[in-house]
């Protein structure tokens, strides 16, 4: 069961009560959360604001029993001048153990960030830049297997983008991805692409 309903600033709000099951290992487990959405477009310059996520009981599937856990996914996207737009991701999730002697506390708790731009310098030719941060923090006690306690990921994007005609792109791109090791505590660089393709679309 849920609802939904419009309100002010083109926005909209909606809960819903979720109950589900899904096997974990040899076992089958009930989830039971609360869902919600609210999301608002309040002008053209702040296109999108929006936070949807999940609460309640969830399921710690890499050591097969039950938990509590929480989603949480923030965006916003905005429009600083007619030519740039830029979007923002902020999310989170965590999962814990019910609240039992020498047991408590967070199993895990993961976030990604991601910012990204793009600027149209005409109709036909644009930039866009592209920042990503994943991360994840696990208490290696609460895991039946070894498991790392902090592991994350950067990766960044920027491409140029030419459309020659009405049939054909040009594209040109440079990425960067970049991997945490936890025991200097820095990004060390894992892998660079650079790349240019032409996109043309054929006709009968």
Do not use: C
């Not at 809960?15 to 099951?21: E, H, S, T, Y």
């Not at 509590?68 to 923002?88: C, F, S």
């Not at 506390?105 to 030719?125: K, L, P, W």
């Amino acid at each position: 069961p849920g609802f939904g309903m419009d309100v002010k600033w083109n926005g909209f709000v909606q809960l819903r009560m979720i109950n589900d099951r899904a096997r974990a290992g040899d076992g089958l487990f009930t989830r039971r959360q609360v869902g919600y959405v609210l999301q608002f477009s309040p002008s053209p310059r702040v296109a999108q604001l929006s936070i949807d996520g999940t609460a309640g009981q969830d399921i710690d599937f890499a050591n097969a029993r039950p938990g509590r856990g929480a989603t949480v996914n923030l965006y916003a996207r905005v429009n600083p001048t007619n030519h740039l737009e830029i979007e923002a991701v902020q999310n989170r999730r965590s999962l814990g153990l019910d609240r039992t002697p020498g047991s408590g506390g967070h199993v895990f708790v993961s976030r990604v960030s991601r910012i990204r731009g793009t600027y149209n310098f005409t109709a036909s030719f644009f930039a866009r830049v592209i920042g990503q941060y994943v991360s994840t923090t696990r208490n290696p006690q609460l895991y039946l297997s070894t498991v790392n306690a902090r592991d994350g990921t950067l990766s960044g994007s920027a491409l140029l983008a030419y459309k020659i005609n009405w049939q054909s792109v040009l594209f040109v791109g440079y990425g960067d991805d970049r991997e945490l090791l936890t025991d200097v505590d820095r990004l060390k660089p894992s892998s660079r692409q650079f790349f240019v393709k032409i996109s043309y679309a054929f006709q009968r």
